[in-house]
Nanobody
Framework: VQLQASGGGLVQAGGSLRLSCAAS????????MGWFRQGARKEREFVAAISWNGGKIDYADSVKGRFTISNNYAKNTLYLQMNSLEPEDTAVYYCAADPYRGSISTSSHEYSYWGQGTLVTVSS
């Protein structure tokens, strides 16, 4: 399984970015896909996740109402639309995947496959 994240960059507070994660290597119809982030001197934290059929979605409280996770099954691509960005959102964002076992995990330890990360910097 290969995951390739892209779309990071520098944006002012209040702005928007859309991250993408291109997945390849297998059929993802039974996977959960998620986004995590790691800021400077911080632990990696859960942002959002979605079961590949879109039936279940979960968000961290800190991004609810601002971020939207989605996927395009035909393109094997995961997205994270980030609106109303805040300086506290500055981090390296990683996409991750794991076989779906009936629930969405918010623990990074439960995900087997990881992309390389894309840096999001939000200036004040």
């Amino acid at each position: 399984v290969q995951l390739q994240a892209s779309g990071g960059g520098l944006v002012q507070a209040g702005g928007s970015l859309r991250l993408s994660c291109a997945a390849s290597g297998r059929t993802f119809s039974t996977y959960v896909m998620g986004w995590f982030r790691q800021g400077a001197r911080k632990e990696r934290e859960f942002v959002a996740a979605i079961s590949w059929n879109g039936g279940k979605i979960d968000y961290a409280d800190s991004v609810k109402g601002r971020f939207t996770i989605s996927n395009n099954y035909a393109k094997n691509t995961l997205y994270l639309q980030m609106n109303s960005l805040e300086p506290e959102d500055t981090a390296v964002y990683y996409c991750a995947a794991d076989p779906y076992r009936g629930s969405i995990s918010t623990s990074s330890h439960e995900y087997s496959y990881w992309g390389q990360g894309t840096l999001v910097t939000v200036s004040s």
